[in-house]
């Protein structure tokens, strides 16, 4: 009986990189350190990150669904708390305070239509019976001179 392993690659099973490619195969390239199961080059795919844990929870606690400044407000200290616990990454939190920041300039316009009572801003808003239409609007400005130099 022949005692030789199955696997003729001298490397260390162990010290080889985890990822498989779409063939079955596994990549022959040695892992970074002993607390990683991937080389340099498989580290930086994102199958191959880390799956951050669900936070979603504690980032809206309080948020008002961002229909207020303080709602947004709340959103951001949570935000600061999850960064300081070091629970995500400051990437992703330089991300969200940036959004937040867009949904913080949006609340006027939303006052706005509220004060116009536009409730559903899909829908285009109701025409006033007594408006008159834009071709009638267009009718009324004069052709242009071509005589005239534009100033």
């Known amino acids: 009986m022949n005692s030789a ?16 490619f779409e063939n079955g195969s596994r990549c022959r390239l040695p892992i970074l350190s002993a607390d990683t199961a991937f080389c340099p080059r498989h580290a930086r795919l994102g199958q191959n990150q880390p799956i951050e844990e669900d936070l979603s929870a504690k980032l809206l606690k309080n948020s008002q669904d961002f229909q207020t400044a303080q709602g947004i407000n709340f959103a951001l200290g949570n935000l600061y708390d999850l960064v300081a616990q070091n629970r995500i990454s400051t990437r ?12 913080l300039r949006s609340l006027p316009a939303i006052d706005l239509d509220i004060k116009n009572k536009i409730k559903d801003p899909t829908k285009p808003p109701a025409k006033p019976k007594s408006a008159a239409t834009l071709e009638s609007l267009a009718s ?7 005589a005239k130099k534009p100033s």
């Not at 003729?8 to 990822?19: E, F, L, M, S, T």
């Open 140 to 146: 009324l400005i004069p052709d242009p001179d071509p």
């Open 92 to 103: 992703r939190a330089a991300v969200l305070a940036y959004i937040s920041s867009l949904l």
């Open 5 to 20: 392993p199955n696997n003729p690659n001298p490397i260390n099973n162990d010290a080889r990189c985890q990822h498989l």
